[in-house]
Each structure stands twice: as structure tokens, then as C-alpha cells.
């Protein structure tokens, strides 16, 4: 299945790109992907899963604009056309 991934603040930097259009296999989880991304790209590893394989505290996930914490968090399923938006905590002061 094919997902579109966006990346911003330093998710952006480590990664490259603003957006990338990915295969997955059907059943694809957004753990699944996070992990894949940490994998894929060594700046990242340790930033988006935390040692117990979550979504890390310091990461927000949206499927299709909705946080994944309010569905199954790192166990939801993913499905072809999902887009993915994976943004470290804005702050400001």
C-alpha cells in the first residue's frame, strides 16, 4: 500500500524532504512506520519510538489530520492513501 508521509521541524532536517510517498505492506501500523523511519534515517533513531517501542512523548502523529493518540495510538492500522504528518512539540515563549 502507498502512504504519504509528511515531516516537519527537524523530522524535516533529518530527513531531507517535506513530503515522500512510500510502499508499505498491508496490515502497516504507524509503529511500524516510525520504526522504519528510525531505521531508515540514523538521525532519527531514538526520536520518534521510545524504548517500550511507543510513540515517543516528544512526537505528535496525524492520520489523515486526526492524532493518533485519540485512535490506537502506535497500533493503528494504516491503509492505502493514509497520510501520515509526523511533527515534534511546537513551543513558544
Not at 16 to 37: C, I, K, M, N, P
Not at 54 to 78: D, K
Request: zero cysteines; glycine letters at 10%; a negative charge.
Amino acid at each position: 500500500m502507498e502512504l504519504e508521509l509528511r515531516y516537519f521541524a527537524m523530522i524535516r532536517e533529518a530527513v531531507g524532504e517535506r513530503t515522500t510517498t512510500r510502499e508499505f505492506d498491508s496490515g502497516t501500523t504507524v509503529r511500524d512506520v516510525l520504526a522504519t523511519l528510525e531505521n531508515d534515517y540514523p538521525d532519527l533513531e531514538g526520536t520518534l519510538l521510545a524504548d517500550d517501542g511507543t510513540i515517543a512523548r516528544s512526537v505528535t502523529v496525524l492520520r489523515n489530520g486526526t492524532n493518533v493518540t485519540h485512535l490506537e495510538r502506535g497500533a493503528t492500522e494504516l491503509a492505502d492513501g493514509d497520510t501520515l504528518s509526523i511533527t515534534p512539540p511546537v513551543t513558544g515563549g
